[in-house]
Nanobody
């Protein structure tokens, strides 16, 4: 499956952004999907994940209560709604898909999309 992330940009602290991850090439509902982020010099960090049907969601501690992951299998797209953004949310955000597991760690990913830059200014 090919993944295309979009929606990044520059926003002030306290603002919101919505990222999209569009999939093509395979049956999208066969894949659980996650979002990860990475800043220079640091390891890629788990942000959020969603199950194949969308019935279960998972979040990293740093984004709980602020970010919401959702999916529309009819549109082959997963979304990450990011509210109350903080400067420390600045990173390149990557979407990822896995056929057999919920992708909550870097090692549990079959496919990666390219990143989209999110910059939060103070």
């Amino acid at each position: 499956v090919q993944l295309q992330a979009s929606g990044g940009g520059l926003v002030q602290a306290g603002g919101s952004l919505r990222l999209s991850c569009a999939a093509s090439g395979r049956t999208f509902s066969n894949y659980a999907v996650g979002w990860f982020r990475q800043t220079p010099g640091k390891e890629r960090e788990f942000v959020a994940a969603i199950s194949w049907s969308g019935s279960s969601t998972y979040y990293g501690d740093s984004v709980k209560g602020r970010f919401t992951i959702s999916r529309d299998n009819a549109k082959n797209t997963v979304y990450l709604q990011m509210n109350s953004l903080k400067v420390e949310d600045t990173a390149v955000y990557y979407c990822a898909a896995d056929y057999s597991r919920i992708p909550i760690s870097v090692g549990e990913v079959d496919y990666w999309g390219q990143g989209t830059q999110v910059t939060v200014s103070s």
